[in-house]
């Protein structure tokens, strides 16, 4: 169900009034469903368990109710990229400019032709696609929204966690199973970062940086929760994207570059983190830099690991290369810790 809402325009009217003419002939158009829907809470989890092309809103009855939902979805980092559009009644000025304060990103008076208001809702669109860069295949923010939100974690001072997640052996895997099952293994996982970090820390942010890079953010005492229970998750499920024949032998023979033959293990999770509890960041590129740097020190490590680096600014740590080895958790995950 949740795939099926990237093709669907929500439509919310309280009182169960059917959509304009306009919204139909620009579903139709747009090869999109309408969902018609009159809860606003129901709105919210669709929302949060997919993306739609957009949500439509008649605020021409009940308008009060909609625009708390513009604002509750606004607010929302997983959200709030969805573009909104509000139906208002004639000369409605306020309440124009309080969906648009909400963050509406577009308002329909009943004054607008029909020819109008689709063209507006067109534009919508257009520019959704313009100012937010979302991945294809998982439709999570990409680097403009990445860079955003850190920026706002950097403004606001408040203690965060930026955690950088990568496959371990996806490229064999790609090259055993093909794209398809590739793509596959890559929406599994963004569905896993999505529903662990939304459940865990409402505040906090997935995105997709491309391939199977992957970047999350929020606020610090959520950090190690998230990342124990994303690791669980992943470790549960990967073994069942492959045969049974590789799964039962916990690997499968491949060639290296120079035709070589080796064991391929199957794939694992490696997550670097970075915190603002010992640093102090002056700009983004700091952070996506040294969040780079610790992902590419857990990947060294065997199995799926989250490496948190501790290392104090007047205390100079040893570099990666040297760092001792973090110590084994009694669940056999390796949660390194750089001191």
């Not at 980092?77 to 573009?83: D, H, L, S």
């Amino acid at each position: 169900m949740a795939d099926s809402f990237r093709k669907a325009v929500i439509f919310y009217a309280p009182v169960e009034e059917p959509p304009p003419p306009a919204v139909v002939s620009f579903a139709r158009d747009h090869g999109l469903e309408i969902s018609h829907q009159s809860d606003g809470e129901t709105v919210s989890q669709l929302l949060n368990r997919s993306f739609p092309a957009c949500v439509l809103m008649d605020a021409r009855t009940l308008a009060d109710g909609a625009i708390e939902l513009v604002r509750g979805l606004k607010s929302d980092p997983f959200t709030g990229i969805v573009p909104v559009g509000l139906l208002v009644p004639q000369e409605a000025t306020e309440l124009v400019a309080a969906a648009l304060e909400a963050g509406a990103d577009e308002v329909f008076a009943s004054s607008l032709s029909e020819r109008e208001r689709r063209l507006r809702l067109d534009l919508m669109l257009r520019r959704a696609d313009r100012d937010v860069s979302v991945h294809p295949t998982t439709r999570l923010p990409g680097t403009p929204q990445i860079e955003r939100d850190l920026g706002e974690r950097l403004d606001r001072g408040t203690p965060f966690a930026v955690c950088y997640a990568d496959l371990d052996h996806f490229k064999e895997f790609n090259d055993r199973y093909g794209y398809n099952n590739g793509d596959r293994v890559i929406r599994m996982l963004s569905k896993i970062l999505r529903d662990v970090v939304r459940g865990v820390a409402s505040a906090g942010f997935v995105g997709h940086i491309g391939g199977d890079d992957f970047i999350f953010t929020l606020p610090l005492p959520y950090m190690e929760p998230c990342c124990e229970m994303i690791l669980d998750l992943f470790d549960e499920l990967a073994p069942y994207q492959y045969s049974e024949a590789d799964r039962r032998a916990g690997y499968f023979l491949g060639k290296d570059r120079r035709g070589n033959i080796h064991r391929i293990p199957l794939m694992s999770l490696s997550i670097g983190v970075v915190t603002n509890q010992f640093q102090v960041f002056s700009h983004t590129a700091q952070v996506s830099a040294m969040a780079s740097e610790m992902k590419t020190y857990a990947k060294t490590l065997p199995g799926s690991v989250y490496v948190v680096d501790r290392r104090k600014p007047e205390k100079e740590g040893p570099p990666l290369s040297q760092a001792p080895e973090p110590a084994r958790a009694e669940r056999g995950r390796e949660p390194g810790l750089i001191e």
